[in-house]
């Protein structure tokens, strides 16, 4: 039976990734019609993070993520039709046309508030967790941030406040190794992300976070024992983004970084590392995985249609819903 409830853990996980994955080609492809006025930072290659550590969650736990949110969004549930009107700046956006792509929010998905300011959304999630601490919710809250927040004074004082009033968050840095165009060696003296933590009394622990089934299970352990009052616990997956900092295009080509090491990374996708390794345990075949991916371009499609149909806000509209009056 166990056996049973992880496989559909890692079915539905593969089906995450790749909607996020299918999700965001199909921003690359129509950004350059200019329809779309929002940046767009891409998560293309880092998938397994947020549909591992999310398949551990409930709506009723809180997550909180920061520019590069279009997966962190999708793997919590929130409707891509919703976000799609957003990207497109559409009244029928889960902002109603005014956040872009950098702050979509879902709050019946428990998705707050998403920042793009650089590190500002940990104490915000920190605050989150207070307050579940407070209510005594068996729920907790998940942060996603690079390792370019690591960099960030608020990174540590989150550390400190969250460890001495034992909260209920889960610290998730992505570390793709680079912020914008700066690489972590250039940036932190030395590569412990997962460590720092430490001198706070937060166990830390690093994971391949191209490997959704590493990202799962860690994700499980620590959520479980959170959700038990153990108080934080920091996450660092090693993983890598393919597409440049913001936009569509890859940044090699402008000598941001070394067309060897994205091929390496694209070696190592995510999204065909679950898949062979669930044909492999007999849990999805090819024609499993077609008629999934063909499922989804539909759904896909159908967002697109309806965000390109909706209206754009009137600039009246442009005060209203500014404030959330939960
Ligand atoms: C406080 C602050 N400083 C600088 C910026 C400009 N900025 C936007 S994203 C970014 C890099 C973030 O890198 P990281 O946190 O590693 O996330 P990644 O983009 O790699 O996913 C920077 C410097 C900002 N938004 N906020």
């Known amino acids: 039976m166990a056996r049973q409830g992880r496989g559909r853990d890692l079915i539905q996980i593969y089906e995450t990734m790749l909607r996020i994955r299918l999700f965001e080609e199909r921003?690359?492809?129509?950004y350059p019609g200019q329809e779309m006025k929002t940046p767009v930072h891409l998560c293309v290659g880092q998938e397994a993070v947020a549909a591992g550590v999310c398949r551990n969650l409930t709506d009723k736990d809180y997550v909180f993520t920061n520019h590069r949110c279009h997966g962190h969004c999708l793997a919590k549930g929130m409707s891509m039709s919703s976000i799609l009107a957003e990207l497109y700046g559409k009244r029928t956006g889960c902002c109603k046309g005014k956040s872009g792509s950098m702050h979509l929010s879902d709050p019946d998905r428990g998705i707050l508030a998403t920042s793009a300011i650089v590190g500002g959304n940990i104490p915000v999630a920190v605050g989150a967790?207070?307050?579940?601490?407070f209510r005594k919710s068996r729920n907790i809250a998940v942060v996603f941030f690079g390792d370019g927040a690591v960099d960030e004074g608020a990174f540590y004082e989150s550390l400190n406040f969250s460890a001495l009033k034992k909260l209920p968050v889960l610290f998730v840095c992505?570390?793709?190794?680079?912020?914008?165009?700066?690489?972590q060696k250039a940036r932190q003296p030395v590569d412990n992300i997962f460590k720092r933590g430490g001198i706070f009394g937060i166990k830390g622990f690093r994971?391949?976070?191209?490997?959704a089934?590493?990202?799962?299970d860690l994700s499980k352990g620590l959520i479980e024992k959170i959700r038990k009052g153990s108080g934080p616990y920091l996450m660092e997956c090693r993983t890598y983004r393919w597409k440049g900092h913001v936009g569509p295009d890859c940044?090699?080509?402008?000598?941001?970084r070394p067309k060897y090491e994205l091929d390496g990374w694209v070696r190592k996708c995510p999204?065909?590392?679950l898949e062979d390794k669930l044909?492999?345990?007999g849990l999805l075949t090819g024609s499993g995985a077609e008629k999934m991916r063909v499922k989804i371009e539909r759904e896909i499609s159908k967002a697109e249609n309806f965000a390109k149909r909706s209206r754009f806000p009137n600039t009246g509209e442009l005060y209203e819903d500014v404030y959330w009056k939960g």
Not at 27 to 30: F, H, K, N, P
């Open 27 to 30: 921003v690359i492809r129509s």
């Open 129 to 133: 967790a207070l307050s579940l601490k």
């Open 174 to 183: 992505e570390n793709n190794f680079y912020a914008t165009n700066s690489p």
């Open 207 to 211: 994971c391949d976070g191209n490997d």
């Open 213 to 216: 089934v590493e990202v799962f």
């Open 251 to 256: 940044d090699f080509e402008k000598g941001c």
């Open 271 to 273: 999204v065909k590392r």
């Open 279 to 281: 044909s492999r345990k």
